[in-house]
């Protein structure tokens, strides 16, 4: 008779995820010991300044001008320009139509690029907090300017790549805002489905998931055998915990080492957030990187961050909805199965990812 998966070690199972259901992960631990070559880490260039970067500090005429620098006088430590690639512009106007099933809407929008730091080669962990409380204070001062400036815009998303695995075309610290006149289909996934728990039970659910990260645990047994099968321990999915924020490894992560952060109170929109608790996020962000460099050894990563769209349906979604910030490392690449079946493998549990990260001395 064969072995039990639990007697092995091994994880192989089906995790959905509670905010959307459609998006499910498979977590096969036994496929990380498949045969591969081993990959050497994508170097890091930590030069403070290269001569010919367009975003280090004194290269500031091959970029277009400013749209904001911070502080205000004096030397720039944050810098916004506009994108000289953009996905989406104004400078254009282009009428929709329709042919049959083809539709299309005008391209409207904004893309802009927010140089986090003069220095070239500074990693998020090694940023000062008080420098990154000023940069989330930039991003929501720019999403608010963005909505503000022409109704027709939906959403804002504000994202970062970092390290060339993760799509970064020019190594010096940068984020990038996006404005567009729709709703993002991963945003809209979320947001619809937390409309729909909340009213069948009243309650947000990522609040759900944040209370039962800090008071769940459970014992769950094999029904044949009575062994223990899994342990769920309070606190077995933080990663960081400040005043105000939280950083939480999800139960269905779609990447080996994706790290969620939210505000402990709720908030739908990003735009609410007070500025004074910027401090504990920079602080709760520092350190969450901080481990997933020391783990994963110079961590190449997406992040993004989510928040309540500004359309009809705004106010109807205040109660519902949970703005956070999804980090999200690329420590692998998509495979066939992945892109064909729309079901993310996951080689290391949660659970251990988790472990290892909170392990890091800070």
């Not at 995790?15 to 992960?25: D, F, M, Q, T």
């Not at 986090?116 to 930039?138: C, K, Q």
């Not at 805002?177 to 809209?188: C, F, K, R, T, Y």
């Not at 939280?246 to 939210?262: D, N």
Request: charged residues 25%.
């Amino acid at each position: 008779m064969p072995d039990h998966p639990a007697d092995t070690g091994e994880t192989r199972e089906i995790r959905l995820n509670p905010i959307v259901p459609a998006e499910s992960v498979l977590v096969a631990t036994a496929r990380s010991m498949r045969p591969k070559k081993a990959e050497d880490l994508a170097p890091r260039d930590t030069r403070k300044h290269v001569e010919t970067c367009p975003f280090c500090r004194g290269n500031e005429h091959k970029t277009p001008p400013a749209i904001l620098t911070w502080p205000e006088t004096g030397e720039w430590q944050i810098r916004m320009v506009e994108n000289l690639y953009p996905v989406l512009g104004d400078d254009r106007v282009q009428s929709n139509f329709s042919f049959g099933l083809q539709q299309t809407i005008d391209g409207y929008g904004r893309h802009e690029v927010i140089i986090d730091h003069h220095e070239h080669g500074t990693a998020i962990h090694e940023m000062t907090e008080s420098h990154l409380a000023a940069l989330f204070v930039v991003y929501q001062n720019r999403m608010r300017q963005l909505f503000e400036s022409d109704e027709r815009l939906q959403y804002v998303l504000v994202f970062k790549n970092f390290g060339p695995a993760a799509g970064a075309s020019i190594p010096h610290t940068h984020s990038q805002v996006i404005a567009m006149p729709v709703v993002p289909e991963n945003v809209e996934a979320e947001v619809r489905n937390s409309a729909a728990h909340y009213a069948k039970h009243h309650h947000c659910i990522f609040c759900a998931l944040i209370d039962e990260a800090l008071t769940f645990e459970a014992t769950i047994y094999d029904r044949g055998s009575g062994a223990v099968r899994r342990k769920i321990n309070v606190g077995q999915y933080v990663i960081e915990r400040g005043e105000h924020f939280i950083a939480i490894k999800p139960f269905a992560s779609r990447y080996e080492w994706e790290v969620h952060i939210l505000p402990l109170v709720h908030q739908a929109d990003f735009l609410n957030a007070p500025a004074d608790t910027f401090d504990d996020l920079a602080r709760v962000l520092r350190r969450t990187m901080a481990r997933l460099d020391a783990v994963i050894g110079g961590a190449q990563y997406n992040f993004f961050l989510h928040a309540v769209p500004h359309d009809k349906d705004q106010l109807a979604h205040d109660a519902s909805y949970h703005w956070h910030l999804e980090i999200c490392p690329r420590t692998s690449i998509p495979t066939g199965f992945e892109l064909g079946s729309g079901l993310f493998v996951n080689t290391i549990s949660p659970e251990q990812a988790a472990e290892r990260l909170r392990a890091v001395e800070l």
